[in-house]
């Protein structure tokens, strides 16, 4: 075949290789787009763990669901799903006091019609402790939120 064989051989290479460096950069660009995008959102971020001899591993936490109504309808009219929200707990007779920190916005529903009390409803991914404290909070006192 002679030089003409030996030159598209290196120019397929080459364009291999230049490829292969073109992959490698978007995939770099992707990851750390993707932890800064999550941060961004106001994703918690996870800290760092060392594990010492002989210990296991942290368990891994269980997210649920929690339909939560919020006292000001309009508030939750600013709310998209990937929020990180304060769920606080208004009392007449007492500061108000914090039940949730950092909950999610999973879900925010159409508001319903005709509801006595007002407000408008929330649907929260939080940890299955946490969700039993906001329903115990919902129940007995009027809830408001804070973009995180």
């Given at each position: 075949?002679g030089?003409?064989?030996?030159?598209?051989?290196?120019?397929?290479?080459?364009?291999?290789?230049?490829a292969?460096?073109?992959?490698?950069?978007?995939?770099a660009?992707?990851?750390?787009?993707?932890?800064?995008?999550?941060?961004?959102?106001?994703?918690?971020?996870?800290?760092?763990v060392?594990?010492?001899?002989?210990a296991a591993?942290p368990?891994?936490?269980r997210?649920?669901?929690?339909?939560?109504?919020i006292?000001d309808a309009?508030?939750?009219?600013?709310?998209?799903?990937?929020?990180r929200?304060d769920?606080v707990?208004?009392?007449?007779?007492g500061?108000?006091?914090v039940?949730?920190?950092?909950?999610?916005?999973?879900?925010?529903?159409?508001?319903?019609?005709?509801?006595?009390?007002?407000g408008?409803?929330?649907?929260?991914?939080?940890?299955?402790?946490?969700?039993?404290?906001?329903?115990g909070?919902?129940?007995?006192t009027?809830?408001?939120?804070?973009?995180c």
């Amino acid at each position: 075949m002679g030089r003409g064989g030996d030159r598209l051989r290196r120019a397929v290479r080459r364009r291999r290789r230049a490829a292969s460096a073109a992959l490698a950069v978007v995939a770099a660009a992707v990851a750390v787009g993707g932890t800064e995008a999550q941060a961004s959102r106001g994703a918690a971020a996870r800290p760092e763990v060392r594990a010492s001899q002989g210990a296991a591993p942290p368990a891994a936490v269980r997210m649920v669901s929690a339909p939560v109504r919020i006292a000001d309808a309009a508030t939750v009219g600013l709310l998209r799903p990937g929020d990180r929200v304060d769920v606080v707990a208004a009392q007449r007779t007492g500061p108000p006091e914090v039940v949730a920190a950092g909950a999610l916005v999973a879900e925010v529903p159409d508001p319903d019609k005709g509801v006595a009390d007002g407000g408008a409803l929330v649907v929260l991914s939080v940890p299955r402790d946490t969700a039993r404290v906001l329903v115990g909070a919902g129940a007995t006192t009027r809830l408001a939120v804070t973009l995180c």
